[in-house]
């Protein structure tokens, strides 16, 4: 088996085999490889699709990968931030699209459904809160984690002073 292997990569008589990166020196050449690995990673395509394209092994296009990161190309530096801008702008659009047929089910938005969720939730604790007289006191007296989660959705404010906000008094009343 191993010279089954070794007959591949070397061939039958020992010698290496050029692959076709190696054969590829000049200056244009390399730029022109060069310029498709970069349109490869600004369009997110994978390194097997790259390395197809290029018409090259997927080890030899990580090796002149390896080579353009050691030498900090700008142009790969570019094409993996306008990569990285093309999946956040997918992420916004499904999310927004998200947004819009929850808003379009319940006739608010998910930030209101949650507050309300949690106004329920909390009710008695937060009930206990308005009745009693030292109302910070009563906060401080929550789990920590209680706290968190009503900081967190906008039901009470500041760590140093807290309070049920106007608008999750309004709710409760």
């Given at each position: 088996?191993?010279?089954?292997?070794?007959?591949?990569?070397?061939?039958?008589?020992?010698?290496h085999?050029?692959?076709?990166?190696?054969?590829?020196?000049?200056?244009?050449?390399?730029?022109?490889?060069?310029?498709?690995?970069?349109?490869?990673i600004?369009q997110?395509?994978?390194?097997?699709?790259?390395?197809?394209?290029?018409?090259?092994?997927?080890?030899?296009?990580?090796?002149?990968?390896?080579?353009?990161?050691?030498?900090?190309?700008?142009?790969?530096?570019?094409?993996?931030?306008?990569?990285?801008a093309?999946?956040?702008?997918?992420?916004?659009?499904?999310?927004?699209?998200?947004?819009e047929?929850?808003?379009?089910?319940?006739?608010m938005?998910?930030?209101?459904k949650?507050?309300?969720?949690?106004?329920?939730?909390?009710?008695?604790?937060?009930?206990a809160i308005?009745?009693?007289?030292?109302?910070?006191?009563?906060?401080r007296?929550?789990?920590?984690?209680?706290?968190?989660?009503?900081?967190?959705?906008?039901?009470?404010?500041?760590?140093?002073?807290?309070?049920?906000?106007?608008?999750?008094?309004?709710?409760?009343?």
């Amino acid at each position: 088996m191993r010279r089954i292997l070794r007959q591949i990569t070397h061939g039958v008589d020992g010698k290496h085999q050029a692959s076709e990166t190696d054969m590829m020196n000049t200056p244009s050449e390399y730029e022109a490889r060069r310029q498709t690995l970069l349109d490869g990673i600004s369009q997110n395509l994978n390194y097997i699709e790259i390395a197809a394209q290029l018409g090259i092994r997927r080890g030899d296009l990580l090796k002149e990968l390896k080579a353009m990161r050691l030498k900090r190309d700008p142009g790969l530096r570019e094409a993996q931030r306008t990569a990285q801008a093309k999946i956040q702008a997918e992420k916004q659009v499904v999310s927004t699209r998200r947004e819009e047929r929850f808003h379009g089910m319940t006739g608010m938005t998910l930030q209101e459904k949650t507050f309300q969720n949690m106004i329920h939730y909390y009710k008695q604790e937060l009930m206990a809160i308005l009745r009693s007289k030292d109302q910070d006191a009563a906060i401080r007296n929550l789990p920590q984690s209680t706290r968190r989660t009503l900081m967190h959705n906008e039901i009470i404010t500041k760590r140093n002073r807290p309070q049920i906000t106007p608008l999750a008094r309004r709710q409760l009343l």
